[in-house]
């Protein structure tokens, strides 16, 4: 079964945004019409099955985050169509939705009901979150107290605590020390055995390869190459040395 | 786990299927609980007064309207405070939940480009938590009606079913009001701007007969004097709002709900460009 699946995707969005109803007026009576498109996605079709590990890697600017918050339903498409099957979690920005003036333990409850899960379920699971994130003396202060270590191991906790089918994570390998970044590889490891799915965007190709089994590089919105992850992320790394020394 | 798999599907420009989009509400009742948890506490965490400020700031409002009007309307109404206020506190729920709601999705904009949420939540949450909050001022109004002597009568059964109306003639309005935010910010500075205006031409400060009746006709357009009409019947005239005006008011409320809704749904795949 395809948890992921897009057909012909593209997002676009006008150079420049409108904001107010003056500029509206303006523009319209001025005759300059509308800003060009710009495209962020071009034209995406693929499918990710259940229970692969998929790495999005690309350049700065290439669609990378686009295209997992297309697939996570949070952008719809401008063209083509998006579907998703099962729980899907994306972990976007970890400390996203964190409240400063809640308690560590009430913004545990806040962000498990932001990715769809009741407070029972939550609550069943909120000591092995505080028990993972090593805060426990602090849980019950608000989080306006916390480092931003702390706030970044409490996020990852709650996020990948969640039972999601499929869960995707943008950049959050490069957050907190080496010690919490090599528990959270391990955790995303876990993830892969227990037969998740998990599409994760990272600039860190190292882990990636010992993560996924297979990789997506993504230039300008399109789709470069799309196969097992040694293969691709090699191509990819000698691109860009080729491009460093050009 | 639920045993069927969920599918969705997100075609370019068309709006979730209605089916697809209640579910989805009813999927993140969590999420509203929460949203109204959060609303309620970190307003008032760290004020002194905490929690009562909800009841305080509407009330300190009343108390300078009720010193100012009741001198000018005294001879029409006895108890012209439990006139003033049974009106007030449903007008006072429809301007907060409007201007609450658009500053709301404003506010989780950054969030709502990060996790997968119905994006009505944030409207609903504003709404429910605004009834808290008319829950509170009632508790107020009640006491004071003790204390002055006015007679709560057997008509207050009646509330709920005005509150429900009053309550959803207000998310149809916050819905519509805060797509078209989205997409143009000057609509909260002219929503603001105009509310004390659309509070004065309600019949809530004075009462509807001392309109000219020529004029009568002009200010009935106005869709609030139903919504405040059937909140005030049963609280100050102790009586259940009479059979035309209650169909008035639902006919408006389920319009205003109706029309709502369609506006944010069809806006809804547009938003995250303007967020």
Redesign the interface.
């Known amino acids: 079964?395809n948890v992921i699946e897009l057909h012909g995707?593209?997002v676009r969005?006008?150079e420049t945004?409108i904001?107010?109803?003056?500029e509206?007026v303006v523009r319209g009576l001025s005759g300059h019409g509308r800003s060009p498109w710009f495209y962020a996605l071009h034209d995406v079709s693929l499918a990710i099955h259940h229970g692969e590990a998929v790495g999005i890697i690309g350049p700065n600017g290439a669609g990378k985050s686009t295209l997992l918050?297309?697939a996570?339903?949070?952008?719809?498409?401008?063209?083509?169509?998006?579907?998703?099957?099962?729980?899907?979690a994306?972990v976007?920005?970890l400390g996203?939705?964190f409240?400063a003036?809640?308690s560590g333990r009430e913004n545990i409850?806040?962000n498990?009901?932001?990715?769809?899960?009741?407070?029972a379920s939550?609550r069943s699971r909120a000591d092995e979150i505080i028990d993972f994130s090593g805060i426990e003396p602090f849980i019950d202060a608000?989080l306006r107290t916390y480092s931003t270590g702390m706030v970044a191991r409490l996020a990852f906790a709650v996020a990948t605590a969640i039972?999601a089918?499929t869960i995707l994570l943008d950049e959050i390998l490069a957050v907190g020390d080496a010690a919490f970044r090599s528990q959270c590889n391990a955790r995303i490891a876990r993830f892969v055995r227990n037969g998740a799915t998990v599409v994760v965007v990272s600039h860190e190709l190292e882990p990636l390869e010992s993560l996924c089994s297979r990789a997506i590089w993504v230039a300008e919105g399109r789709v470069v190459a799309d196969g097992a992850a040694i293969d691709v992320i090699e191509r990819y790394r000698r691109q860009s040395s080729a491009a460093l020394s050009a | 786990m639920s045993t069927s798999v969920i599918e969705r599907r997100y075609v370019a420009g068309r709006p979730l299927r209605w089916r697809e989009e209640l579910r989805d509400i009813w999927h993140h009742a969590a999420l509203l609980y929460e949203l109204v948890h959060r609303d309620l506490t970190v307003r008032y965490k760290r004020s002194l007064l905490g929690f009562l400020w909800t009841m305080l700031h509407p009330l300190l409002l009343m108390l300078i309207f009720v010193v100012v009007f009741s001198a000018i309307f005294r001879g029409n109404s006895p108890h012209y405070e439990t006139y003033f206020l049974s009106a007030y506190i449903a007008w006072n729920f429809f301007a907060q939940t409007t201007t609450n709601a658009m500053a709301a999705v404003a506010w989780n904009g950054p969030l709502m480009k990060r996790v997968r949420v119905p994006p009505s939540i944030f409207t609903l949450s504003t709404v429910v938590s605004g009834l808290v909050n008319v829950g509170l001022s009632l508790i107020v109004l009640f006491t004071i009606m003790l204390v002055v002597g006015a007679p709560l009568r057997a008509s207050l059964w009646f509330l709920p079913v005005s509150l429900l109306l009053v309550g959803i003639f207000s998310f149809g309005a916050a819905l519509a009001l805060t797509a078209i935010s989205i997409f143009f910010g000057d609509v909260r500075e002219m929503v603001q701007a105009g509310m004390p205006a659309l509070m004065y031409l309600t019949p809530i400060i004075y009462p509807l007969s001392i309109v000219p009746e020529r004029y009568r006709w002009l200010i009935k357009l106005n869709p609030l004097v139903y919504i405040v009409e059937i909140v005030r019947d049963p609280i100050y005239y102790g009586i259940v709002p009479a059979p035309r005006t209650l169909l008035v008011a639902t006919v408006i409320s389920l319009g205003s709900l109706a029309a709502g809704w369609m506006i944010f749904r069809h806006s809804a795949p547009r938003f995250h460009a303007h967020l």
């Open positions: 079964m995707v593209s969005y006008r945004r904001r107010s109803l003056k509206t918050r297309v996570a339903g949070i952008i719809p498409p401008s063209a083509g169509v998006a579907v998703t099957r099962g729980t899907v994306p976007m920005e996203t939705g409240e003036e809640l409850f806040f498990g009901a932001l990715l769809g899960c009741s407070r939550m608000p039972d089918e």
